[in-house]
């Protein structure tokens, strides 16, 4: 059901050989989906120099 609705979402998926500890297992090939979901929306995985959106700053308290 969830490749089914990947597919239709026109999501792009990656599967690994792993259980739901994937991030611990295989670090590195998740980290190269995060970084290439990040190109193909425009951003960049390497966000340090980036200002964070102004709805994510909050505003001083009196």
């Given at each position: ?17 792993s259980s ?5 297992s ?12 990040l190109?193909?929306a ?21």
């Open positions: 059901m969830q490749r089914w609705f990947a597919a239709r979402a026109g999501a792009v998926v990656t599967e690994l050989p739901h500890l994937s991030p611990l295989h670090p590195g090939e998740v980290a190269a989906a995060i970084s290439a979901t190109e193909r425009g951003g960049s995985a390497n966000r340090s120099e980036a200002d964070p959106p102004e709805e994510w700053i909050e505003a001083p308290r009196d």
